[in-house]
């Protein structure tokens, strides 16, 4: 399933074989939330730039259209004509993120939606059930993700919670997938490991979900209010708990510079919606920092967004053109920088395991941090 090829440090260079396909990594997630990159973005777009794996999210897609509408589709491959491999996330995030219209037990969460306000409950099984039936290669077992800082009382509740929760995706997944009209009887589940900012309870807890051999591991709950140190000093204080031989994944993270950081303290995984929603509003990253296409001073610029970026808003645009475009509020203009900013990050990743492949992660780690903050 998951196999280590290279450290170089902390730093890890490996590939997950799935039944869509082998990943390398360290690799980033392009989100498709909705089954569809926010931006028009078309999976045919996606292969041109690189992504090995688009994430959707199992509570979106329940609201609308259905998963029980996407499994009569054939699933969520089919659906989005997509043969790569996809990761649907538990639908616990958006929970944590509904707070004033939830509420939470044992047995899982209600909440109202927020498209029409009826009554909605998920729990364990029924995460695992809508993730069933979209049958994308990666399921993420449902958990409470819970805002930093909170009460310690608080998170050692939560956290038990979670564990309790996640033998239960376990079982649940289990029989979906000996089920003979499940239509991935190969899907992978990755658990979650919590704990806020809280150093013993994280350890603790990933010490407790490694036993239960899983198919990978995430750290989540983090870049949900806490500084980037503290989320270094939490992946530092997990990382080592978790096993060596499965994917670990850090949620919802995040900016370049922190990709670099979880990448030099073990981490394979990442995903986040920054680099598309930077786009859709004009702010590109370049090997020299992130800008503000938006800016008079680029009205009469010819370049690139990024000199030497071979992404198809590079290859073809200018920084004048795509600001006219952003000016205008043509459509065109949050297609090419959501374009190039993915672009960018899938091949950041790609140097990144170059770079670990080489036995100069460290180097390259440096020279990027400084080289984006002499324009940041």
């Not at 490694?210 to 983090?222: E, S, T």
């Not at 930077?278 to 680029?298: D, E, P, Q």
């Given at each position: 399933?998951?196999?280590l090829?290279?450290?170089?440090?902390?730093?890890?260079?490996?590939?997950?074989?799935?039944?869509?396909?082998?990943?390398?990594?360290?690799?980033?997630?392009?989100?498709?939330?909705?089954?569809?990159?926010?931006?028009?973005?078309?999976?045919?777009?996606?292969?041109?730039?690189?992504?090995?794996?688009?994430l959707?999210?199992t509570?979106?897609?329940?609201?609308?259209?259905?998963?029980?509408?996407?499994?009569?589709?054939?699933?969520?491959?089919?659906?989005?004509?997509?043969?790569?491999?996809?990761?649907?996330?538990?639908?616990?995030?958006?929970?944590?993120?509904?707070?004033?219209?939830?509420?939470?037990?044992?047995?899982?969460?209600?909440?109202?939606?927020?498209?029409?306000?009826?009554?909605?409950?998920?729990?364990?099984?029924?995460?695992?059930?809508?993730?069933?039936?979209?049958?994308?290669?990666?399921?993420?077992?449902?958990?409470?993700?819970?805002?930093?800082?909170?009460?310690?009382?608080y998170?050692?509740?939560?956290?038990?919670?979670?564990?309790?929760?996640?033998?239960?995706?376990?079982?649940?997944?289990?029989?979906?997938?000996?089920?003979?009209?499940?239509?991935?009887?190969?899907?992978?589940?990755?658990?979650?490991?919590?704990?806020?900012?809280?150093?013993?309870?994280?350890?603790k807890?990933?010490?407790?979900?490694?036993?239960?051999?899983?198919?990978?591991?995430?750290?989540?709950?983090?870049?949900?209010?806490?500084?980037?140190?503290?989320?270094?000093?939490?992946?530092?204080?997990?990382?080592?708990?978790?096993?060596?031989?499965?994917?670990?994944?850090?949620?919802?993270?995040?900016?370049?510079?922190?990709?670099?950081?979880?990448?030099?303290?073990?981490?394979?995984?990442?995903?986040?919606v920054?680099?598309?929603?930077?786009?859709?509003?004009?702010?590109?990253?370049?090997?020299?920092?992130?800008?503000?296409?938006?800016?008079?001073?680029?009205?009469?610029?010819?370049?690139?967004?990024?000199?030497?970026?071979?992404?198809?808003?590079?290859?073809?645009y200018?920084?004048?053109?795509?600001?006219?475009?952003?000016?205008?509020?043509?459509?065109?203009?949050?297609r090419?920088?959501?374009?190039?900013n993915?672009?960018?990050?899938?091949?950041?990743?790609?140097e990144?395991?170059t770079?670990?492949?080489?036995?100069?992660?460290?180097?390259?780690?440096?020279?990027?941090?400084?080289?984006w903050?002499g324009?940041?």
């Amino acid at each position: 399933m998951y196999k280590l090829l290279k450290k170089d440090g902390n730093a890890r260079r490996g590939e997950l074989k799935t039944c869509h396909g082998t990943i390398q990594t360290p690799v980033f997630m392009n989100v498709g939330t909705l089954a569809a990159i926010k931006g028009a973005v078309s999976t045919v777009d996606l292969e041109e730039i690189g992504c090995q794996v688009e994430l959707s999210n199992t509570y979106h897609l329940h609201l609308r259209p259905g998963d029980k509408v996407i499994k009569q589709l054939g699933g969520l491959h089919k659906f989005m004509n997509w043969d790569r491999p996809i990761l649907t996330d538990s639908g616990g995030f958006q929970v944590f993120s509904l707070a004033h219209m939830r509420k939470i037990k044992e047995e899982g969460v209600s909440f109202n939606s927020h498209i029409d306000g009826r009554r909605i409950f998920m729990g364990p099984e029924e995460s695992m059930q809508i993730q069933s039936n979209l049958a994308s290669t990666i399921a993420m077992a449902f958990d409470e993700c819970v805002a930093n800082p909170s009460p310690r009382e608080y998170v050692v509740k939560s956290v038990d919670m979670t564990t309790r929760w996640l033998h239960r995706c376990k079982e649940e997944m289990d029989r979906l997938n000996s089920l003979p009209d499940t239509i991935n009887r190969q899907q992978l589940l990755f658990g979650i490991n919590q704990g806020g900012v809280y150093e013993d309870i994280r350890t603790k807890h990933a010490q407790t979900i490694a036993k239960m051999d899983l198919d990978g591991y995430a750290i989540g709950g983090l870049a949900v209010g806490e500084t980037h140190s503290e989320m270094y000093r939490m992946i530092e204080a997990v990382v080592p708990h978790l096993p060596q031989d499965k994917p670990i994944y850090l949620m919802g993270v995040g900016l370049p510079s922190n990709i670099l950081e979880a990448v030099d303290r073990g981490v394979d995984f990442f995903d986040c919606v920054l680099p598309a929603r930077n786009g859709r509003h004009g702010h590109v990253f370049t090997k020299h920092g992130k800008i503000n296409l938006y800016n008079s001073k680029y009205e009469l610029d010819a370049g690139p967004i990024d000199e030497g970026c071979q992404c198809p808003a590079c290859r073809s645009y200018s920084r004048a053109y795509i600001r006219h475009l952003f000016k205008a509020k043509e459509m065109l203009a949050m297609r090419l920088c959501v374009l190039h900013n993915l672009y960018f990050y899938n091949n950041l990743m790609a140097e990144i395991r170059t770079a670990i492949e080489g036995g100069y992660f460290k180097d390259y780690k440096e020279a990027k941090l400084e080289q984006w903050q002499g324009r940041a």
